[in-house]
Nanobody, 115 residues
Framework: QVQLVESGGGLVQPGKSLRLSCAPS????????MGWYRQAPGKQRDLVAK???????SYGDSVKGRFTVSRDNANNFLYLQMNELQPEDTAVYYC?????????WGQGTQVTVSS
């Protein structure tokens, strides 16, 4: 059973930064890709950022230039560095991992951007 455990969410003021972490229960390179999605109340779950096993990254339009997805290969972590946070970034953030035809999800971590 693959598990993804997120951490690092919380309350932050506009313009500040936050880093999310995702720890998979299997080797990070077992996945075809890993990434982050977010879901605000009443909205659909959208892609924030993802990274393929080969290291190619892609981002949602609203976070380009502010967020960075990365891997710590040695310690088996996925990260999402979020800079210049805005109130519209408030959502539950989910770690996602794809392995062939399977999608795995973490439990989600709340990020609230408010003054």
């Amino acid at each position: 059973q693959v598990q993804l455990v997120e951490s690092g969410g919380g309350l932050v003021q506009p313009g500040k930064s936050l880093r999310l972490s995702c720890a998979p229960s299997v080797n990070i390179f077992d996945f075809n890709s890993m990434g982050w999605y977010r879901q605000a109340p009443g909205k659909q779950r959208d892609l924030v950022a993802k990274i393929t096993v080969g290291g190619t990254t892609s981002y949602g339009d609203s976070v380009k230039g502010r967020f960075t997805v990365s891997r710590d290969n040695a310690n088996n972590f996925l990260y999402l560095q979020m800079n210049e946070l805005q109130p519209e970034d408030t959502a539950v953030y989910y770690c996602n991992a794809k392995m062939y035809l399977y999608d795995y999800w973490g439990q989600g971590t709340q990020v609230t951007v408010s003054s």
